[in-house]
């Protein structure tokens, strides 16, 4: 079985991760219900004739992966495989709405076609002309991890070389006002904003210097706390690691009052600092996709921003890193990296 | 290695079970009518698939307390995952490792699209603020049947069931799983239907597949899954293989957001892909269940592919949305079950309501019943986005 | 430039979301699909909705809007022949 490697990694997100080869230096404190993404300039990415029938998470996604394959030195990947948990929304709302205030009549195509799941993985292919396989997964808060699952199967048994993965979400306008409310209706519910934003990455099974290793990763779509203990344990075992050899854990914690999960693994962890991110992205379905630009950022940079920290303390150098993220106590998932 | 079918289950305008399914398509019976259970502008202008059964009856049939949240995408889903567990006898999903790769398009739309305006002061609706997500009924039906561990949907158009069966052979290939539950399920919804009607590719008669003179489709519903299993699994259960997946393969056309290319290349690529996996020559297959949709454009794209791949000698073939309407994300699964059943009876289905051939190609699809010997069946399924999948089905 | 011409270009650049144009960037007898404008099959039923929607004119076949679409000028005319708004 082949090896996987992370060639390049690209991010756009509330945070300035985009137009910067800083990481994280000038943080963007997040408030209030939601938080957009910075936008690129996308006409630096998308022409006009294609763009113009683009809502924010298709012009996102053909920005950031456009960015991810330029620095991965790849025109054709040999697969492009998206997450997104919610798909174009805006254009979904955009549709819907129309179909109610017009009763049904003078309806247009645009928003209609360009709503499908797809559209975003479509748009990029469309982009670079690639007839290679494209796949969409969007089942909640593994969307992401299945296209990496995907993506990693697909090199492992050399089914293809070089692979662009990458998740994806956008706000909408109008069913996140609703999940909002609903999450704030409880105490304990989601306490940093929903977010939006798109991570690309290129994927390869070719080695190169410095390249990050990931080494395996596991999904899990429902289990008690006890449960994701033990299987991480396994998992850990399965990859010959110990749990000391963990420079970094990466928790995607929101909050809320699932975050448990983090503390039932965490005491497997006695040395290595756990860090916490979507107080900086935001919440939505695809926002692991920012923590695994975050570790690889931190594996390239050797360096912990303070605002990543959630609790413990910095090792000296950082090798191998464990993210774990789950959503309301399912769609588990761990990765492991190394460099 | 190929991967083994043990089970199917399926629900469509055709029939509420896989016996139904099968009369009707001996039977050239088609399900295709006027729309009953959604309020629309259009009901007069469009014939559909629809599924007879209301949402309260499937709720009956499943058992599910009154006060559930599953939207119709989420009840067809499980009425046929339950039924594809019972057709390949398995009483413990947890004595092997099984996952579950669901796929749709509508999602929780259906129920969106009639509450939205009242989420935020209807208590009585909040319920459904969290279905609409394609996830959802994935989840709600794995819940169901026990699967915890690989879950997983995927949404690309009308290729996406399609897609969700190549997945689970290439997980069971790669000894990640023993055993998985493949399939799709989309439910009508004002949503599409007007969507489909601002393209301008929906007919209001009985769409006429690779005819000539054809109008468009017919928007329908269903759900399917197929259970998979390893050699494995197979040989210590001792269990009766329904056929085989032999073949699979996926490309992009990577041409425009909805129109397939003239050449039809995303089609010709995703089918020597499949040709390719299962290690055939093109004339080995012996019968073809095409995506055709019966719109002026798919037809056409797709009669070019044929011809490119298979030459002068193209296979009987047919298109069976003219049976149960175009199911979108379930396209890809219900023609997977129609294909096996096909397999099965050594019996090729019509393409219902043609008459003419369409000029350019001149290509005559299959319009009779007809028995014949059958290996290898393979079937087409073309989404918006030009994803395009072919999947090789060979008898057991 | 008559009224309806001008009405037209304002129309497609918003319709179509044509940010990068003006009214001034159409000529009349410009080519709106293929190599001129470039628009494509969605374009055409955009505009066919706009057709019905602004001019009451309903078109029961994509295909005619071909011939229709052909250019401002060709546009302008066929609707002040057939216009029921």
């Known amino acids: 079985m082949k090896k996987v490697f992370i060639h390049s990694a690209v991010c756009i997100s509330a945070q300035y991760t985009f137009d910067t080869e800083e990481f994280l230096n000038d943080i963007i404190e997040l408030s209030g219900e939601t938080a957009s993404a910075q936008y690129p300039n996308y006409r630096d990415y998308i022409a006009p004739s294609a763009s113009r029938r683009m809502a924010t998470a298709v012009k996102m996604g053909v920005s950031a992966a456009s960015k991810a394959l330029e620095k991965a030195n790849l025109n054709q990947p040999d697969a492009i495989i998206t997450g997104t948990g919610m798909g174009c929304i805006e254009d979904t709302e955009k549709f819907l709405n129309s179909i109610i205030i017009n009763d049904e009549a003078f309806l247009t195509p645009t928003s209609f076609i360009q709503s499908t799941h797809n559209t975003i993985g479509a748009q990029i292919a469309l982009g670079i002309k690639c007839k290679a396989y494209n796949s969409t997964y969007a089942h909640a808060a593994l969307s992401f991890e299945s296209a990496l699952l995907d993506a990693q199967m697909q090199l492992q048994h050399e089914e293809s070389n070089h692979i662009l993965v990458g998740g994806v979400e956008e706000l909408g306008k109008e069913i996140i006002n609703s999940v909002r409310m609903m999450e704030d209706a409880n105490f304990d519910g989601i306490q940093v904003p929903f977010g939006e934003g798109a991570s690309f990455f290129v994927l390869s099974s070719e080695a190169k210097e410095n390249a990050i290793q990931l080494v395996d990763m596991e999904v899990c779509s429902s289990a008690s706390e006890e449960i994701i203990h033990k299987k991480l344990i396994l998992f850990l075992e399965r990859n010959s690691i110990i749990a000391s050899e963990i420079d970094v854990l990466i928790g995607g914690r929101n909050g809320d009052v699932f975050d448990g999960y983090y503390d039932a693994i965490a005491t497997l962890f006695k040395i290595a600092p756990e860090l916490c991110y979507k107080h900086l992205s935001g919440e939505f379905y695809t926002a692991s996709a920012f923590g695994l630009w975050t570790a690889c950022q931190l594996l390239r940079h050797q360096n912990i921003p303070e605002d990543l920290i959630y609790k413990g303390r910095v090792k000296p150098e950082i090798k191998t890193i464990l993210l774990y993220n789950q959503f309301k106590g399912r769609d588990h998932s761990f990765i492991l990296l190394k460099l | 290695m190929d991967v083994a079918i043990t089970g199917m289950g399926i ?72 039924a594809a567990l019972v057709n390949a006898n398995i009483t413990n999903i947890q004595e092997y490792k099984t996952g579950f790769i669901s796929a749709t398009t509508v999602g929780g739309m259906d129920m969106t699209e009639l509450y939205i305006k009242q989420f935020a002061t209807n208590p009585e609706v909040q319920k459904y603020i969290h279905t609409h997500h394609a996830g959802d009924s994935t989840q709600k039906i794995a819940d169901a049947l026990r699967i915890t561990e690989f879950v997983t949907t995927i949404s690309t158009a009308c290729s996406s069931s399609a897609n969700a069966i190549m997945l689970g052979a290439r997980l069971i290939k790669s000894g990640k799983l023993d055993r998985v539950v493949v399939g799709g399920t989309d439910a009508l919804s004002k949503f599409t239907i007007n969507g489909f009607k601002t393209l301008m590719i929906q007919s209001d008669e009985l769409c006429a597949p690779f005819d ?180 090789i089905f060979s008898k057991a | 430039m008559t009224n309806l011409k001008l009405e037209l270009k304002e129309k497609i650049i918003e319709q179509l979301n044509l940010e990068e144009f003006t009214v001034a960037d159409i000529a009349d007898d410009d080519a709106l699909f293929g190599d001129g404008l470039g628009l494509d099959s969605i374009d055409a039923l955009e505009l066919i909705v706009m057709l019905d929607k602004d001019y009451g004119i309903q078109l029961t076949d994509p295909k005619e809007g071909k011939e229709i679409f052909k250019s401002i000028a060709i546009l302008a005319d066929y609707i002040s022949d057939k216009r029921a708004k």
């Open chain 2, 11 to 82: 629900i469509s305008a055709i029939g509420h079970s896989m016996e139904e399914n099968k009369a009707s398509l001996l039977a050239a019976k088609n399900g295709i009518g006027t729309l009953k259970h959604i309020q629309t502008k259009h009901s007069e202008l469009i014939k559909v698939g629809e599924i007879s059964f209301s949402n309260s009856e499937l709720t009956n049939h499943l058992q599910l307390p009154e006060n559930h949240n599953y939207t119709r995408t989420g009840l067809l889903g499980l009425f046929a995952a339950k």
């Open chain 2, 212 to 391: 000539a003179h054809r109008k468009g489709l017919n928007l329908g519903e269903a759900a399917a899954y197929l259970v998979l299993e390893s050699k494995e699994v197979v040989l210590k259960e001792k269990k009766e293989v329904l056929a085989f997946l032999s073949g699979y393969g996926n490309a992009n056309d990577a041409f425009h957001q909805t129109a397939s290319s003239e050449n039809g290349e995303g089609a010709f690529l995703a089918m020597q892909k499949a040709l390719r996996t299962a290690k055939l020559n093109p004339e080995q297959i012996d019968y073809i269940n095409a995506h055709g949709t019966a719109t002026p454009n798919n037809d056409l794209s797709e009669s070019i592919a044929l011809q490119r791949v298979f030459g002068r000698n193209i296979p009987d073939f047919s298109s069976t949305k003219a049976f149960t309407g175009h199911t979108l994300a379930a396209a890809g699964v219900v023609e997977a079950v129609f294909s096996i059943v096909s397999l099965q009876e050594q019996t090729v289905f019509p393409n219902l309501n043609f008459s003419a051939v369409i000029p350019e190609t001149g290509l005559k699809p299959v319009t009779s019943v007809i028995k014949k010997e059958l290996q290898h069946v393979l079937s087409n399924s073309f989404g918006f986005g030009g994803n395009c999948s072919t999947l």
